[in-house]
């Protein structure tokens, strides 16, 4: 009788592959899969995705300012055609992309159709939930070999978002590009990343699901009350005042105070970004608590199917008994 077998460990994923549409396929290949239990995004960003460039034609994209959600994006094109190209249009294009980590898995059977072993791996795949082409500024679509354009643009960014955002396992990603249509063959494409940084009034607004305790300065938890005294939006990389009292904190052994990350992605877990310990006994008169965002985290969002919010979290360790715990929503841009 055949005994199925989990397949696990590096070797198991050999030839395994993940991919990205355009212009997010600079990587595409072994790099975006790994074995089961990992995670391939951890160790690439959003940047190396892009490919500058696909079919006879060369240039540049050049934004000049930093880019906020709800505000404008603006720049110069600047083009040249190493051959004759002959499109049916061309265009400038915002193009949005969400990509995840996936866990797949793979029967093998044997010639009476018993499972003989199972391979289990993480892949990463893409898919564009934008894309956004604009009139101006007018492109040529037919070039000569060796023919430059250029031209200047102004345009909307994403008006609701979602930011780019570097989850771990999952990455939302945007680009700009001149997208040549070529009938009967492959579009021509000059491209380049473009991070959208989360605007901290969209937030306060309290714009989808973002807003709402996470942006008061106090808020109630049963007998307890987590105050924030320094701005929010908390921004990554500056330090959080926050003040606690809790009169049912008890005599715990030992406490602390944490900010914890949520996700949806689909291969995401809860994490603590931030972590300081603090005397339970304090915590029952009111107790000032300091922590560091750490830079470069993404912002809270949710948009293209996925969220990313954050709350702040005290706990103390009772003796005897499982541990206590008080949290409310915090928000980051």
């Known amino acids: 009788m055949s005994i199925p077998v989990s397949i696990g460990g590096f070797g198991a994923w050999g030839g395994r592959k993940g991919s990205a549409p355009e212009p997010f396929d600079a ?23 892009v490919r500058s460039a696909h079919g006879p034609v060369a240039g540049e994209i050049v934004v000049e300012k930093p ?6 994006v603006e720049g110069i094109v600047r083009i040249r055609a190493l051959e004759r190209i ?27 159709g018993h499972v003989t072993s199972t391979e289990r791996w993480v892949e990463v795949d893409g898919r564009l939930f934008a894309e956004n082409a604009f009139p101006e500024p007018m492109l040529p679509a037919g070039l ?23 989850l771990g396992e999952s990455i939302v990603a945007w680009a700009l590009e001149v997208r040549w249509d070529i009938p009967m063959g ?20 309290g714009v989808g699901k973002q807003g709402g305790k996470s942006v008061l300065d106090a808020v109630a938890v049963g ?32 406490g602390r105070v944490e900010i914890q990350r949520h996700t949806n992605a689909p291969n995401g877990e809860t994490g603590i970004i931030a972590s300081v310990p603090v005397d339970p006994r304090a915590l029952q008169g009111g107790a000032e608590v300091r922590l560091m965002v750490p ?14 919010v954050y709350v702040l979290r005290a706990l103390v360790d009772p003796r005897l008994r499982p541990d206590a715990a008080i949290e409310r929503p915090i928000a980051i841009a």
């Open 27 to 49: 990587l595409d290949g072994p790099r975006l899969a790994g074995p089961e239990g990992s995670h391939p995004l951890h160790a690439v960003s959003a940047e190396e995705l």
């Open 67 to 72: 880019v906020r959600v709800g505000e404008s």
């Open 223 to 254: 007998d307890a009350v987590i105050g924030i005294t320094t701005p929010l939006p908390a921004l990554a990389g500056s330090e959080v005042v926050l003040t606690i009292h809790w009169p049912s904190a008890g005599g715990g052994s030992a």
């Open 144 to 166: 000569a070999a060796g023919q430059v354009a250029e031209a200047s643009f102004s345009l909307p960014a994403p008006r609701l978002g979602p930011p780019s955002a570097h």
């Open 186 to 205: 492959s579009d021509h494409f000059v491209a380049v990343h473009l991070p959208v940084a989360q605007h901290p009034d969209l937030i306060r607004a």
């Open 295 to 308: 830079p470069g985290i993404a912002p809270s969002f949710d948009g293209a199917g996925l969220e990313n």
């Open 86 to 112: 002959d499109a049916r249009r061309a265009a400038l294009r915002l193009v949005g992309l969400r990509l995840d980590e996936v866990a797949r898995s793979e029967d093998h059977r044997d010639s009476e």
